[in-house]
């Protein structure tokens, strides 16, 4: 079992910033791919940004520019730097690890921290 614990959203006018951390409670290299999902009312969970066990990243392409995936294996934490927000990058943003036991991937989900951008 992984347990994921969101950190830094909160409300920001449109253009501002916000770091996301999320801390896993196993160290971050045993983690096959970690990274950020949202979710807006109404509308279906889609992938941010995430980040493999070799440092490859991958962006939607919504926000490829202004949000930056980071993680740090000395604490077990990946962080999200977002840049120039926009209304449109409301919703409630969740850590998500992929875990790989021998042949079985295992998913893992944080509680979800709220970003609220204003116009």
């Known amino acids: 079992q992984v347990q994921l614990v969101e950190f830094g959203g909160g409300l920001v006018q449109a253009g501002g910033s916000l770091k996301l951390s999320c801390a896993a409670s196993?160290?971050?290299?045993?983690?096959?791919?970690i990274g950020w999902h949202r979710q807006a009312p109404g509308k279906q969970r889609e992938l941010v940004a995430t980040i493999n066990s070799g440092g490859s990243t991958n962006y939607a392409d919504s926000v490829k520019g202004r949000f930056t995936i980071s993680r740090d294996n000395a604490v077990n934490t990946v962080s999200l730097q977002m840049n120039s927000l926009k209304p449109e990058d409301t919703a409630v943003y969740y850590c998500?690890?992929?875990?790989?036991?021998?042949?079985?991937?295992?998913?893992?989900w944080g509680q979800g921290t709220q970003v609220t951008v204003s116009s």
């Open positions: 196993i160290s971050t290299a045993s983690i096959n791919a």
């Open positions: 998500n690890a992929y875990v790989l036991r021998g042949p079985t991937g295992f998913d893992y």
